[in-house]
């Protein structure tokens, strides 16, 4: 499945964005969806996954309250809802679907990642 990231952009702490990641090339709704981002000079993180039905979501702990992982498998479409930003959320975020269908939280339960979006927040 080929994955393609949106919605990044500038915003300023306490704001809101919304990633979406559109799918296409396979049918969609066998696979959990995840989000991981990557801050400079930093590895790769979890930050939160979603199973194939949308029954069981993850979220890494500095995000949960905040982020909001959902899906629409009839349009193909994970998002990512973020509120009260924090500067540092700022990152490239990448969305990723894992062949299993569940809601993983490493970066080994998934096989196909999208190209990325840059989420910057200013203090």
């Known amino acids: 499945v080929q994955l393609q990231a949106s919605g990044g952009g500038l915003v300023q702490a306490g704001g809101s964005l919304r990633l979406s990641c559109a799918a296409s090339?396979?049918?969609?709704?066998?696979?959990?969806m995840g989000w991981f981002r990557q801050a400079p000079g930093k590895e790769r993180e979890f930050v939160a996954a979603?199973?194939?039905?949308?029954?069981?979501?993850n979220y890494a702990d500095s995000v949960k309250g905040r982020f909001t992982i959902s899906r629409d498998n009839a349009k193909n479409t994970v998002l990512l809802q973020m509120n009260s930003l924090k500067p540092e959320d700022t990152a490239v975020y990448y969305c990723?679907?894992?062949?299993?269908?569940?809601?993983?939280?490493?970066?080994?339960?998934?096989?196909?990642w999208g190209q990325g979006t840059l989420v910057t927040v200013s203090s």
């Open positions: 990723a679907a894992g062949r299993r269908g569940l809601a993983g939280t490493g970066a080994d339960d998934f096989v196909s």
């Open positions: 090339g396979r049918t969609f709704s066998p696979y959990g």
């Open positions: 979603i199973s194939r039905s949308g029954a069981t979501t």
